[in-house]
């Protein structure tokens, strides 16, 4: 079946700029997260989404960060004005609930600020 | 404050068995052992997790010692495709979010 998509794979975007990032998580998957990989670097947690719950955005590095879920379907990460160190990869992955429930994972957006 | 520990890097020939060692002296009751791998420019793919038994998948086998202080991943017949970091994660019930240690570096060599 379909894994979780991500949206673009790859974004060049100048320091300033605003971004959009969309994951399409796995169909019935109620959870999901977002994680941050800087280049040569383990995966940070960012957001995560659980059905109507609110979400645990703990590990949001700044208010330029935020993210927004339709319901259990498409999330979208937004990095208002980008700065160069939000130059990562950025990967979504989504779960049944539970903690015996694997996360999948997309293969991410990679975005740069130039 | 690591829950996993794993050596950084291990090296194994193409065709052979791969076992990756992960301890995990302090899990608890409740708590899984998951284990990802990850590819060059790919995402976290998962491998396979389990509780108290041994597990076994299309992919790899979980052996998980009886007092569940450290497990083993068993790739039986590694391939250079196999190549990648390898992720060993304890997880609980109030870990929704798994978090990711350093894992070990496998370098499947021809």
């Known amino acids: 079946g379909a894994g979780v998509s991500q949206s673009p794979s790859n974004k060049v975007t100048e320091k300033g700029k605003d971004v959009e990032l969309r994951c399409d998580p796995i169909s019935g998957h109620t959870a999901l997260y977002w994680y941050r990989q800087r280049l040569g670097q383990g995966l940070e947690f960012l957001i995560y989404?659980?059905?109507?719950?609110?979400?645990?955005k703990s590990g949001l590095p700044s208010d330029r960060f935020s993210a927004e879920r339709t319901g259990e379907s498409v999330s979208t990460l937004t990095i208002q004005r980008t700065q160069q160190e939000d130059s990562a990869v950025y990967l979504c992955a989504s779960s049944f609930w539970g903690w015996d429930s694997p996360l999948h994972f997309g293969n991410g957006t990679r975005l740069t600020v130039t | 404050d690591a829950k996993t520990t794993q050596p950084p890097s291990m090296d194994c020939a193409e065709g052979r068995a791969a076992n990756l060692p992960c301890n995990h002296s302090t899990i608890s009751g409740n708590e899984y052992v998951y284990w990802y791998r990850q590819i060059h420019s790919q995402g976290p793919q998962y491998i396979i997790h389990g509780l108290k038994n041994n597990e076994t998948n299309e992919m790899a086998s979980l052996i998980i010692t009886e007092d569940r202080k450290s497990s083993t991943l068993i790739l039986p017949h590694a391939t250079l495709r196999d190549t990648a970091v390898y992720y060993c994660i304890v997880r609980g019930s109030n870990d929704y979010k798994l978090s990711f240690g350093a894992g070990t570096t496998v370098t499947v060599r021809a």
């Open positions: 989404f659980q059905g109507n719950s609110a979400p645990d």
